[in-house]
């Protein structure tokens, strides 16, 4: 945002809560992240920042996946209605359904490792380190264990008490490219950093329910999406075959890596997969087909030092997404829980 809510007329206030889509009661405790800061624990709680990266560490050292959960994790709660650790909450005042409920965030990973992160807080640093600050760390350390440099991470925000999965209308894969373009927009966001953002593809991996129309049931005209790579297409159906070949549950558990190439380092090899047909998401794929990102993705692509900077820069940018500072908010004892008031 550009400007602070408070001080913006009852009429404006209302269009930007419907645009943002987040709840108005909460709009105008948003901000831009003016009140982050590096280092805002250093007295607060000194150790906060090393508690985060020792157990991640060793979450990841059990699974080496789990990189891609945490950026997953933090993205999923910026995008929505800020980071503001609402996709953590289990209940709110409200009983309606709450955002880790939606269809979009289906399989989160990473909860039990934020869980023990706040514990370890707590004890030493009682209802000092916000869940929304935590989630940040824990992204910082996710990128940096997939083997981008650490930055560092500009911190001090609060914890939401509202989460509604009614909220959460993340893009699909299938989501035409100009909505995608207009998401991002919509929240601050450049469609140059979504594209160096989306090379957080770079890990990870995705359930064949996600893609596997682009193998056997693209269109009315053609079985398999022609932007496919076809040798990468054939790999791709001995790893997902076709849709109702395999018992529901063999189904559902069938997962397939974003990249062939490096799946567990975060890289730029991500571009290249694009301009080679091997995306596994059509979202992906309509980077490199799109005049609009295009140039980005063959950019990207030819420099990874480039790609890294940005990638970094967006991230940080991201976690300053309608954040909650100041008095506003609060810091939860338990993250899956908003405080008694």
């Known amino acids: 945002m550009e400007m602070s809510l408070a001080t913006i007329i009852f009429t404006f206030t209302f269009t930007f809560c419907t645009i943002f889509i987040i709840p108005c009661s909460e ?3 948003k901000g831009q992240g003016n009140g982050l800061h590096v280092g805002f624990y250093g007295l607060r709680c000194p150790n906060a920042e090393q508690i985060v990266a020792d157990v991640v560490s060793k979450a990841v050292e059990a699974d080496q996946k789990l990189p891609a959960a945490f950026i997953r994790l933090f993205s999923h709660d910026c995008f929505v209605k800020g980071c503001d650790a609402s996709i953590l909450l289990d209940s709110t005042p409200s009983h309606e359904p709450v955002e880790i ?3 979009a965030n289906v399989g989160m990973r990473g909860l039990e490792v934020i869980d023990e992160i706040k514990a370890r807080l707590e004890a030493e640093c009682p209802e000092t380190v916000s869940c929304a600050d ?4 824990a992204a910082r350390e996710a990128v940096a264990l997939a083997g981008l440099p650490r930055h560092k991470v ?3 925000r609060r914890d939401s008490r509202t989460s509604r999965a009614t909220d959460v209308t ?10 995608i373009i207009e998401y991002f927009s919509r929240r601050g966001m450049t469609s140059d950093e979504m594209v160096v953002l989306s090379g957080a ?3 990870g991996a995705v359930h064949c329910s996600f893609f596997d129309y682009r193998l056997y049931n693209y269109d009315q005209t053609q079985a398999q999406d022609p932007a496919l790579d076809r040798f990468y297409a054939a790999n791709l159906s001995q790893q997902c075959p076709a849709p109702n070949t395999l018992p529901e549950a063999e189904a559902k558990n069938r997962v397939v890596d974003f990249d062939p190439i490096t799946p567990l380092v975060l890289d730029n090899q991500y571009y290249a997969n694009l301009m080679q ?11 490199v087909t799109d005049p609009r990102t295009k140039a980005m993705v063959i950019s990207m692509a030819a420099s990874a030092d480039s790609w890294t900077q940005r990638f970094v820069r967006a991230m940080i940018k991201m976690g300053r997404i309608n954040v909650l500072t100041g008095e506003n908010g609060e810091i939860r004892k338990n ?3 908003f405080n008694p008031l």
């Open 101 to 103: 409920q939606s269809p």
């Open 335 to 337: 993250c899956r829980a």
């Open 27 to 29: 709009a105008a405790e």
């Open 134 to 137: 935590i989630l940040a760390f």
């Open 277 to 287: 047909g091997k995306a596994l998401l059509q979202s992906d794929q309509a980077l």
């Open 201 to 203: 593809h770079s890990i």
């Open 170 to 179: 993340l893009p699909a894969p299938a989501t035409p490219l100009n909505e």
């Open 154 to 156: 500009p911190a001090g």
